[in-house]
Nanobody, 124 residues
Framework: QVQLVESGGGLVQPGGSLRLSCAAS????????MGWYRQAPGKERELVAH???????NYADSVKDRFTISRDNAKITVYLQMNSLKPEDTAVYYC??????????????????WGQGTQVTVSS
């Protein structure tokens, strides 16, 4: 049974940092691309960052140069380092897996049921 468990969210002031983690189980993690997605109230879920099984990455324009996605296949975990956070980054953040070898632009390639996500709130 596939499980995706996100953690690391919280309340942070503008300009602050957070590191999200996604612990995966139930599939061969190293064979899949992994993405971070977010959904703000009243908005559709959107891609934040993606990393292929080979380590190639792509980011939403809104987070480029502020967020960094990485993965540790030994720990079966994908991370999202978020720096210089802005109020518009406030959302529930989710991870999911895919079989895309190139650029991911949205959540249509996500394969598994969504986890509970982790809430990120950026506010003073």
């Amino acid at each position: 049974q596939v499980q995706l468990v996100e953690s690391g969210g919280g309340l942070v002031q503008p300009g602050g940092s957070l590191r999200l983690s996604c612990a995966a189980s139930g599939f061969t993690f190293s064979l899949y691309g992994m993405g971070w997605y977010r959904q703000a109230p009243g908005k559709e879920r959107e891609l934040v960052a993606h990393i292929t099984k080979f380590g190639g990455t792509n980011y939403a324009d809104s987070v480029k140069d502020r967020f960094t996605i990485s993965r540790d296949n030994a720990k079966i975990t994908v991370y999202l380092q978020m720096n210089s956070l802005k109020p518009e980054d406030t959302a529930v953040y989710y991870c999911n897996a895919d079989l895309v070898l190139g650029i991911v632009v949205d959540s249509t390639t996500a394969l598994f049921p969504w986890g509970q996500g982790t809430q990120v709130t950026v506010s003073s």
